[in-house]
């Protein structure tokens, strides 16, 4: 009987456990935007009248498919998309193919760096390579073989982008798959920078 009312006594605080973060994750999740950039102080003006400084964009060395090492502060000059990726990565499978539609519509005035977290173990040059081939996409991919530019941009997750001004610095950041839409709301913000 004892046994009984114990498993019983379980049962009751597990469900009431879970009806309460049910409540609680519908009450928050409103408030939560997904697919938002976060922004980075951009020279502005404070209450005091000083100016906020600007964020410069750590710099990290990345090599091309040929083991050329190309540094992120060699493509000062444009804007810079900067994103991390990995090919078994689902979320960034899911937003590549509107990083290759910006890419094709604004490669010209931004430069599109999509860097590839390249472990040697769960993800190689070849597996990336192959992803990349397979799918037709001709944006420029670069691979962090070193994870200098995971440990430079504190990369905890997948994928995470960074929207970055002419002047190597930080304008803006989006954490998860971007769709076409915030991809484009940075992409402004680029642009509107020049």
């Given at each position: ?73 060699d493509f000062q000059g444009k804007p810079v998309i900067l994103n991390f ?67 430079a941009y504190r990369i905890t997750g997948m994928p995470v982008t960074y ?32």
């Amino acid at each position: 009987m004892y046994k009984s009312l114990k498993i019983i006594i379980v049962f009751l605080l597990l469900a009431i456990l879970l009806v309460g973060a049910y409540v609680l994750y519908n009450q928050l999740a409103p408030s939560l935007q997904m697919n938002q950039l976060a922004t980075q102080p951009a020279g502005e003006t404070t209450p005091d009248g000083t100016e906020e400084p600007k964020t410069p964009a750590p710099d990290f060395t990345a090599y091309d498919l040929d083991g050329n090492a190309y540094k992120l502060s060699d493509f000062q000059g444009k804007p810079v998309i900067l994103n991390f990726w990995a090919s078994w990565c689902g979320p960034c499978q899911m937003e590549m193919p509107d990083f290759q539609e910006k890419f094709d519509a604004y490669g010209e005035e931004i430069n599109f760096l999509l860097v590839n977290l390249t472990d040697g173990i769960r993800e190689t040059v070849e597996k990336a390579s192959g992803f990349i081939a397979d799918k037709g996409y001709s944006f420029p991919v670069y691979y962090d073989a070193y994870q200098e530019a995971a440990i430079a941009y504190r990369i905890t997750g997948m994928p995470v982008t960074y929207f970055i001004d002419a002047e190597g610095n930080l304008v803006a950041q989006g954490s998860g798959a971007l769709n076409s839409e915030v991809l484009q709301t940075g992409i402004d913000m680029l642009l509107e920078e020049q």
